[in-house]
């Protein structure tokens, strides 16, 4: 018999698997340990969730049909259910029999009566839900590439698709042929290869929403941890406006990079080879007044939430960079090419807002900055 422990998380009960049962040697709490899936790491991410899910929801001006098809013991759909208002339903799937138990167990701790749950294959679900749901919430284990074309055709435009990512690694380029098998497309290792990462997972889902005639663009996107978190807003037609703003990134171990439509080689003019990645997503990563109002949402809202902090740390860093532009600079990195030590964060924004570029942080990275200045302006504050 499984030992399992109750928790409380957002306004939801829960009894989840006991989780000092798995625990690694070093003491670490190992998640994917658990026989059923539940990482209270992941607190922080669906937070955020429901937060973004009360701002679409007000802004959609109709209730909500909810998907959360790869639910595990059930905890997003169910915070959904209990924490967003005007939700008409939500359906919360897992084909586990040991997830399906738990769900069950939770939803009558829990007694809401607008959640389904269900106990199917995902693609089964989702195909038989064809134009159904305004939002589909895709937490997988790894990468969310195999469900997302069924996931697209369940979503009923306009809607928002949010999902996770936690094959980090092969997205940020550790693994290169991992990434073009699962997304189609060639990733870089460089200092903002995470940034690539996730224009690459957001242009493959472009894609394949696409072939169904759905456009989806960014609304908010993070990388916090081992994960990548991206909430896609969905609307039928404007595919070709969507893809336009695809294309390939060359870049060089000099710090230098540029990006077209097409992939460009070549010699950089530091003497040495471009290395090509794409194709991937070259827009905005957030839409600046979504991304601000769920801060806003989270500040004044969500006074329950226990990471509230961090949370509105992070999404102030994500609205002041949502519609900057691509491809973060990290001072550190910069830096080291010179073998330099780094001036500081404020000192290199502030040199170039008074040079008239625009210049921000990013939650990328602690000591990364963007900013519409060429090159050779940013290369100034790194020389001895
Ligand atoms: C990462 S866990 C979900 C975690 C959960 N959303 C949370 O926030 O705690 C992924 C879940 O997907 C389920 N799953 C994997 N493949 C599936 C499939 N093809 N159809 C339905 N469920 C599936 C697994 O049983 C597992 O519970
Ligand atoms: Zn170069």
């Not at 899910?53 to 639910?71: H, T």
């Not at 995902?122 to 969310?144: E, T, Y």
């Not at 509230?308 to 999404?315: A, D, K, P, V, Y």
Request: charged residues 25%.
């Amino acid at each position: 018999m499984m030992r399992t422990q109750r928790v409380r998380e957002g306004r939801v009960e829960l009894e989840v698997p006991e989780l000092e049962s798995f625990r690694a040697p070093s003491g670490d709490f190992v998640p994917s340990l658990t026989p059923v899936f539940y990482n209270p790491h992941m607190e922080f991410s669906r937070d955020i969730g429901v937060a973004a899910v009360r701002v679409f929801g007000r802004r959609a001006g109709r209730r909500l049909r909810i998907c959360d098809p790869l639910a595990g013991v059930g905890v997003r759909g169910l915070r959904y259910a209990a924490e967003v208002e005007g939700v008409e339903e939500v359906v919360v799937n897992d084909a586990s029999e040991e997830a399906f138990g738990f769900l069950r167990r939770n939803l009558s701790l829990n007694p809401l009566p607008h959640v389904i749950p269900r106990h199917e294959e995902a693609h089964l679900l989702l195909w038989s839900c064809r134009r159904s749901f305004q939002v589909v919430d895709l937490d997988p284990f790894g990468s969310p590439s195999p469900f997302l074309e069924a996931s697209c055709a369940s979503l009923s435009p306009p809607a928002m698709l949010a999902l996770t990512a936690t094959d980090t690694a092969c997205l940020a380029g550790v693994y290169p042929l991992a990434c073009l098998r699962k997304y189609g497309a060639l990733p870089v290792r460089a200092e903002y290869s995470h940034e690539a990462g996730m224009r690459i997972l957001i242009g493959f889902c472009q894609r394949v929403a696409g072939i169904q005639g759905l456009s989806l663009l960014p609304l908010l996107c993070h990388s916090t941890r081992h994960y990548f978190r991206v909430y896609l807003l969905c609307r039928r037609g404007g595919v070709r406006e969507v893809l336009r703003e695809q294309g390939y990134l060359s870049s060089c171990v000099c710090g230098r990079r540029s990006f077209s439509r097409r992939p460009e080689g070549g010699t950089c003019e530091c003497g040495r080879r471009r290395e090509i990645s794409g194709p991937m997503w070259l827009g905005r990563l957030g839409e600046g007044g979504f991304v601000e109002e769920v801060r806003r949402t989270v500040e004044v809202e969500a006074s329950d939430f226990r990471l509230r902090s961090q949370e509105l740390r992070l999404l102030e860093l994500c609205a002041e960079e949502a519609e900057a532009p691509p491809f973060f600079y990290d001072s550190h990195a910069m830096a080291r090419r010179g073998s330099l030590s780094p001036p500081r964060l404020e000192r290199i924004l502030e040199g170039l807002r008074d040079r008239g570029y625009r210049a921000v942080r990013t939650h990328f990275s602690p000591t990364g900055f963007r900013t519409d200045a060429p090159f050779e302006e940013v290369q100034r504050f790194f020389r001895g």
